[in-house]
């Protein structure tokens, strides 16, 4: 797998009026695609806006990072929700964040659900099924982004969206593909070292450890770098140099171009 391109995201815009949250400018020197909150997490209006600002003078993909209304949470919290009510907040949100980034001269290229959405949504297939029509309903063209081999990219597929197969540099893996639940102590992966060795792993060779014991496949067109994580700038800087040294061009995710 060595020189297949692969796509680093990030999670960013999720300050709130005074409240202030990551190293969005840091983060966004080194990746190639922004998943921008779109106030239902975290994020608000103006931040929106200046977000994608800041992401168009860095040059990086725009995309909407749609969530559970869930403010005090951040959207880290399960809800039960209908089908129909996953397409219609998938929809208001990247509409929302659409008209952002079309003011500012660029056009959405993607969508990606965040925390408790997206990993409902990777086990729950009428769920997964809502948002990837809310996309194609708004813009047939966009990619959906979701976690490798889940629910969620299959209904992508299944919706005739181009979908990018999402893996993380530093969150631990479960034997079946699923990531560590956060309220687990070694969910996410704190070292710096460890974190960018996991990233590599996946990039080269298509596979992750898994926390019981042992690797599993693993496809990435696309890699996490969580804007919120201490030294967030930093460490895209290292990871996007290890991917470099590694023979791994890092290039953002284009519908047009992702391989099946």
Not at 1 to 29: C, H, Q, Y
Not at 48 to 77: C, K, Y
């Amino acid at each position: 797998m060595k020189g297949t391109p692969i796509d680093l995201n990030s999670d960013i815009g999720e300050s709130f009026g005074a409240w202030r949250m990551g190293d969005d400018e840091g983060v966004l020197a080194h990746v190639t695609s922004a998943n921008i909150a779109c106030g239902f997490h975290a994020g608000d209006p103006d931040t929106m806006r200046r977000t994608v600002e800041l992401a168009v003078r860095h040059d990086v993909a725009i995309g909407a990072h749609v969530s559970l209304p869930d403010l005090q949470g951040f959207g880290r919290r399960e809800m039960k929700i209908t089908a129909n009510e996953a397409y219609a907040l998938t929809l208001y949100q990247t509409g929302a964040l659409a008209a952002f980034v079309r003011a500012a001269g660029r056009r959405l290229r993607h969508v990606k659900p965040h925390g408790a959405l997206y990993n409902m949504a990777a086990r729950d297939a009428a769920l997964a099924d809502a948002i990837a029509a809310a996309m194609r309903d708004f813009d047939a063209a966009l990619v959906l982004v979701g976690l490798a081999g889940s629910e969620l990219t299959r209904a992508g597929e299944r919706a005739g969206l181009a979908v990018a197969h999402e893996a993380f540099a530093d969150r631990r893996y479960e034997a079946d593909g699923s990531l560590t639940p956060r309220r687990e102590a070694d969910a996410v992966i704190e070292d710096v070292d460890a974190a960018v060795a996991q990233a590599l792993a996946i990039a080269t060779r298509g596979e992750v450890t898994v926390r019981e014991e042992g690797t599993i496949r693993l496809r990435a067109d696309t890699i996490c770098v969580h804007g919120d994580r201490p030294g967030a700038g930093a460490f895209a800087a290292r990871l996007r140099a290890a991917l470099a040294a590694a023979g791994i061009s890092v290039t953002a995710v284009d519908g047009t171009k992702i391989s099946t």
